[in-house]
């Protein structure tokens, strides 16, 4: 399975952007790329997700390298709720796994 | 809707004990799922379900069994607990497979002592 790297930890102050990287250099064509975050003492939550355009919604954007080896997770002002691990994960399609990797740690400061 | 509910939230057990981890869903998803979390990782998927009566395995099984005989209800049993169990459990359901989002519950701490 394809795997995914990401820094341990960020940091951000409150209200500016915050970009987390991931690096996922063996994803294959069918490999879709999932944003999970988890809050403390909760389960996982979803984020975002794309194949190869970028994408936006409520709570985020996401940036996909144009050879899809890597991608960013772009909160656009970050907010004292955002402090969670964030999973970059590579799902295949049609499949049931969801790959995690250990997450990035964001602390956000006010 | 509740969404997917948990349990129980907390569990200590001795080795050799066993238990069953309840989970249950009020969305009509198709998909289920169980993961285990251990301290500073990632999840593991441990088994999944695609509906009633249909189960497989999935990266982290031993030691674990699941059944699934109704679309709402998928527990995890634990027959012969061993310290290596102790971990965080969550489970997750979807309602198609691919790209849809999973919804997770909010988990069972268990301890194996």
């Known amino acids: 399975d394809a795997k995914t790297t990401q820094p341990n930890s960020m940091e951000s102050n409150e209200e500016e952007p915050v970009h987390l990287p991931c690096n996922h250099s063996?994803?294959?064509?069918?490999?879709?790329i999932h944003w999970y975050r988890q809050l403390p003492s909760q389960g996982p939550e979803y984020v975002i997700h794309?194949?190869?355009s970028n994408v936006n919604n409520r709570m985020a954007s996401l940036a996909i390298a144009e050879d899809r080896k890597s991608s960013t997770l772009i909160l656009h002002r970050a907010t004292l709720r955002d402090a969670a691990v964030y999973y970059c994960?590579?799902?295949?399609?049609?499949?049931?796994?969801?790959?995690f990797g250990t997450g990035t740690r964001l602390q956000v400061f006010p | 809707n509740a969404g997917v509910t948990q349990t129980p939230k907390f569990r200590i057990l001795k080795i050799g004990q066993s238990m069953t981890l309840q989970c249950t869903q009020d969305m009509n998803h198709n998909y289920m799922y169980w993961y285990r979390q251990d301290p500073g990782m990632g999840l593991k998927l441990i088994y999944y379900s695609v509906g009633a009566g249909i189960t497989d395995k999935g990266e982290v099984p031993n030691g674990y069994n699941v059944s699934r005989s109704t679309t709402e209800d998928f527990p995890l049993r634990l027959e012969l607990a061993a310290p290596s169990q102790t971990s965080v459990y969550f489970c997750?359901?979807?309602?198609?497979?691919?790209?849809?989002?999973?919804?997770f519950g909010p988990g069972t701490r268990l301890t194996v002592l």
């Open positions: 794309g194949l190869t």
């Open positions: 997750a359901s979807t309602l198609f497979r691919g790209t849809d989002t999973q919804y």
């Open positions: 063996t994803i294959s064509g069918t490999d879709y």
């Open positions: 994960i590579l799902r295949v399609f049609n499949t049931d796994k969801l790959i």
